[in-house]
């Protein structure tokens, strides 16, 4: 119960701000800077901020000119609120008592875990916002999808230095522990490179979506496809690793050709306009980063 409260409440919170980043990023506007409404342009105080509560309490006009909200407020904090408490429980197994335990016995790898969970929070942010921008006016700003490729390689670089490193001090401080680093042994070898895996598997799941995005691109002409669904691929490959974002990549195009369908069968759309990809590839990464493993094994179970 506690992980999902942490969760939720923390997702309220992060919901306001993804929403507050995903607009600013489709103008010049500056990233920072306390939010004001969009018609009186009067600077929202502090208790107007709440997340939903503030919605609510002020039936979803502005305070200052009554102009009426846009409802995506209250909707994207509750779905940021959803996705973070999946995580939690996912990341944080803790009840009420053991809450105290948890955080009095932390030790290096549960410290790595923790690491690990908040990197799964940015990348859930950065996906959210993709999915907005792109849903809402089939844009992938490059202001989102660099530093979030940035930080992602810088994660992933320095969580694998970190477990190497403290993987081989451990091993370094015992007597046991010394018989099993080189020249005695190639035992640190392969367990290190175990520890550096998910750099390793995100590099090559970038790799491989740069390519197949690129291929796709240049075959179609940048029809259908734009470079911002390729940076979109590298963050995806990076923070997936191979295998889970070619299953997002599957899920991604069975979706987007599913709705395209849909789509033109209830005449919104006719077969010449395009839908932009984004949101599809940000549904189907959050499946995979919340899913992937659970699906991967169960496929492959099917099919030995
Ligand atoms: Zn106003």
Known sequence: M????????????????????????????????????????????????????????????????????????????????????????????????SFINYFSILNVSSIFNLADLVFQIFVVCVLLIVFITDFKTGLIPDRITYPAIIIAFLYLLISAAGRVY?????????????????????????????????????LIGAGALFLFFGLLILVTRGRGMGLGDLKLGIFMGLVLGFERSLLALMMAFINGSLVGIFLILIKKRDLKQTIPFGPFLSVASLIALYYGNDILKWYFKLNL
Do not use: M, Q
Request: charged letters at 15%.
């Open 2 to 97: 506690l992980s999902v409260g942490l969760g939720f409440g923390l997702g309220l919170l992060f919901g306001s701000l993804i929403l507050c980043l995903a607009n600013r990023s489709l103008t010049d506007e500056s990233f920072w800077g306390r939010s004001y409404c969009d018609r009186c342009k009067k600077k929202l105080a502090w208790y107007d901020l709440f997340p939903v509560l503030s919605f609510l309490i002020l039936k979803g006009r502005c305070r200052y000119c009554s102009f009426k909200l846009p409802l995506e407020y209250p909707l994207v904090e509750l779905l940021t609120a959803f996705l973070f408490s999946l995580l939690f429980v996912k990341n944080l197994p803790f009840d009420n008592n």
């Open 166 to 202: 403290f993987f081989y001090n451990s091993l370094n401080s015992s007597i046991l522990g010394k018989y099993l680093l080189f020249p005695n042994s190639d035992y640190f070898y392969r367990h290190a490179l175990i520890n550096a895996a998910p750099l390793i598997e995100g």
